[in-house]
Structure formats: C-alpha cells, structure tokens
C-alpha cells in the first residue's frame, strides 16, 4: 500500500518551460488537493477535486492548471513556468472533505531559474 | 474568517526536555476539526492527530498530548522528555465543516538538541 505518490520529486526548469507533476493515490480517496509550500508561509492550496472528472480553485491557482481523469490520479501543470513558482509541491488526497484527514505525498522541490 | 497561528517560529530545547507547541484558531463555525503534522528533515508530512471541535478531552500518546481549549480556541501539542527525532516542523490545521478546506498555520521548528 503505497499511500501518496508523486512524480518527480525534484526537478529544475527554466522561465517558460512547461511541465506537469504526477499524483497518485492507492486508497480510493475522492478527494485530491495541490498545495505549495514556501518557507515562513505554511501551505497554501492550489488546485482541488472533489471527484473524478472535476476540478476547482484553491487560494493561489494563477499559474497553474489541474486535471482528474482518473480517480487514483491528480495531475498540476504548469505552462509556463516562472521564478516565482519556484517552491515544495505537495500533493493530498482524503476519503471526503473536512472531517476526514489529508495524507500527503512525500512532495516536488520545483526550482524555476 | 478561518485562520491559525502558529505564533513560535523556532524552539530550541536540550534533549529530555518538555515542549509545548502553541496553536491559535478564529473560526466561526460550531463544528470544524483540527488537525497537527510533523515534518520532519526528510521533506514529508506526517498525520499526528485530529480533533473535532465537540471532544475537548484531552489525549496522550506515547510522549505526545494535546490540550484543546474552545475557551481560548486553542489547541497545543506538549512532547514529554524530547529526543532528537522530535526535531522536525510541526503544522497545526484547521477545517471547518462541510468545506474542502485546511487552513495550515506557518508552522513551527523544534530543534532537539543532543
């Protein structure tokens, strides 16, 4: 039982480059969230699904774009990076909203030069 | 509005020692839950323990207790007798009811020192 994965754990990219982090969950969750994480600021959500096939808003989605077309998987894309992306990608999944607890991804050190 | 802090940026103590991690909530909601995490070195975020907000018992394990307070909305994680693995950034979480949303605090850093 592998939790949360994510793919990759590092990775450097230049300004404009694109690219996509890979999130796969093994335990039937329905729900699967993206959160950045910068130093001094906690986490900060990007992207979540409530489901397969949907996707919506967190606190800081500008840069940023999310697709679900499989339940055990959560993907973020980033279409153009920039410096400011620079941060710890963490992905979390959870049976249902609110009460029940996220489990995390053992997360991406994304730096953007 | 939801908010945590996590007024302790960095603590510091000599293996052995108690420590107390403070957390501070605002909700306006009767019914939400809390949550705490450790991070250690390693990069990962580990589950620690969720609270919802009609149990106010306090609860231990092993080394580790929480004491929440709706009085004063707080919800703070004391280690008994430390030890260097304890070293870590621990987050304290907030969800209200029927929301997708955490609201994580910024975290503070323990270091345990040998």
């Known amino acids: 039982n592998a939790g949360v994965t994510q793919t990759p754990k590092f990775r450097v990219l230049k300004t404009g480059q694109s690219m996509t982090l890979l999130c796969a969950q093994d335990?039937?969750?329905?729900?699967m969230y993206w959160y950045r994480q910068d130093p001094g600021m906690g986490l900060r959500l990007i992207h979540y699904?409530?489901?397969?096939?949907?996707?919506a808003k967190g606190e800081v989605p500008d840069g940023y774009n999310v697709s679900r077309l499989k339940k055990q998987n959560f993907l973020l894309g980033l279409e153009s990076a920039a410096p400011s992306q620079t941060s710890v990608y963490f992905c979390?999944?959870?049976?249902?909203?609110?009460?029940?607890?996220?489990?995390f991804g053992p997360g991406t050190r994304l730096t953007v030069l | 509005a939801q908010k945590v802090t996590q007024a302790q940026t960095e603590i510091s103590v000599v293996e052995k020692e108690d420590v107390t991690l403070d957390c501070v909530y605002e909700?306006?909601?009767?019914?939400?839950?809390l949550f705490w995490y450790k991070q250690p070195p390693s990069g990962e975020l580990v589950f620690l323990i969720r609270?919802?907000?009609?149990?106010?018992q306090n609860e231990i394990s092993g080394r580790y207790s929480w004491n929440f307070q709706k009085s004063t909305s707080s919800f703070n994680f004391t280690i008994t007798a430390s030890q260097v693995v304890d070293s870590a950034v621990y987050f304290c979480?907030?969800?209200?009811?029927?929301?997708?949303?955490?609201?994580f605090g910024t975290g503070t850093r323990l270091k345990v020192l040998a």
């Open positions: 979390a999944s959870s049976y249902s909203a609110s009460r029940d607890t996220q489990y």
């Open positions: 335990m039937n969750h329905e729900y």
């Open positions: 609270r919802n907000s009609f149990d106010e």
């Open positions: 909700t306006r909601d009767t019914t939400y839950y």
């Open positions: 979480a907030l969800s209200e009811a029927g929301t997708y949303k955490y609201i």
């Open positions: 699904s409530v489901g397969e096939g949907t996707t």
